[in-house]
């Protein structure tokens, strides 16, 4: 009998777990934060790693993952919003006149407030759907009109001022309000410190009283826009709609519906950051949110996402979001000038860009 011989398809070809690894959008972000943790551990002060001092560089990574996530499945989806921290301000405005002019529960008050974002994410999509226009133009109208709202709304609210003080008091026993606010897990902190595994202070209160809501927030979201863009039919549409809209609308793809959903998600995000920020420091203000957009898409794109849609990870724009924050309060714990933050900054840009272009076309064999 002739011997068994296997006819092996050359266009077929096995790829190996490195190259697969290598395709994924966050590896620039990952090998970034290893840079920035190894830089920091050679030049900061040793609390910085810490537990206490892991909460203070997570707690302003957490706030501005949150945006930076939405930001990230908004240019995936082949858009972007440069509203986002004009939306933080106007929610809050929102959100403060909700709970202190009209006095209602947070039950009311916070889905009344992620309604409001969402009309306006609804308006901001549509307008970029049916004219045409490039939602950078659309976007970047929207930033100077919502800060615009947000002054006079406040000036409206409190008779002059831009800032609406009272919400503390008027959402201080609401059963809501340990869900958008202070430390989780407090109780089993404060056992950790009784059985000496944290640090305390002299009075035998844990240095750490639990772990920032905003933080379980941040983890929360990335993992659930991580399945939606990986493990669910939406997940594809939204790479769809952002590779090639005009293809991804031939094969029935509702683009337009995944755009404005997409724009929605994102006013959302920015809203819910409003909502705690606003209850943490117990008032809100015209200011809030000033230039979050910018280090939201910053995030997002050292993160993976590119610019031209059709491209990148939730998870990318997690681990982007941690390496601002840790820049920005890593550079406390350093004997450096604090402002060479923005330069840092901008060169984990550069060089998170160049490092998923570079690995990107070696992979995939692009020109």
Known sequence: ??????????????????????????LG????????????????????????????FLTPAAQLGILAIGASLLMIGGEFDLSIGSMVAFAGMIFGALVVNLGLPLIVAI????????????????????????????TLAFL????????????????GSTQLRGVRDAVGD??????????AFTGLFAKLAEWGWIDTFKSGAPKVPGVPVEILWFIGIA????????????????????????????????????????FIVTACCAALVAIMTVIDAGSTDARRGFQKEFEAIIAAVIGGSLLTGG?????????????????????????????????????????????????RKRVTGER
């Open 1 to 26: 009998m002739p011997a068994d011989t296997t006819v092996t398809d050359e266009r077929v070809r096995e790829e190996t777990v490195l190259a697969r690894l290598m395709k994924r959008p966050e």
């Open 29 to 56: 972000a990952i090998a970034g934060l290893i840079l920035v943790t190894i830089f920091f551990l050679f030049t900061a002060n040793a609390s910085m790693f810490t537990l206490s001092g892991i909460m203070n």
């Open 111 to 138: 889905p009344g407030t992620l309604i409001f974002a969402g009309m306006m994410g609804v308006v901001n999509g549509q307008l970029v759907i049916r004219t045409g226009l490039p939602s950078f133009i659309v």
């Open 144 to 159: 100077f009109i919502l800060r615009g709202l947000s002054l006079v709304g406040l000036k409206y609210l409190t008779g």
């Open 174 to 183: 609401d059963w809501l309000a340990p869900f958008f606010s202070g430390d």
């Open 223 to 262: 993992l659930f826009a991580t399945w939606i863009l990986l493990r669910t039919p939406a997940g594809n549409w939204i790479f769809a709609a952002g590779g090639d809209k005009n293809a991804a609308s031939n094969s029935g793809v509702p683009v337009n519906r995944v755009k404005t959903t997409l």
């Open 311 to 359: 491209y990148g990870s939730a998870i990318g724009a997690f681990f982007g979001s941690i390496i601002f924050g840790m820049v920005v309060i890593g550079l406390t714990y350093t004997s450096n000038d604090q402002d060479w933050f923005q330069v840092f900054l901008g060169g984990m840009l550069l060089l998170a860009v160049i490092f998923n272009n570079v690995i």
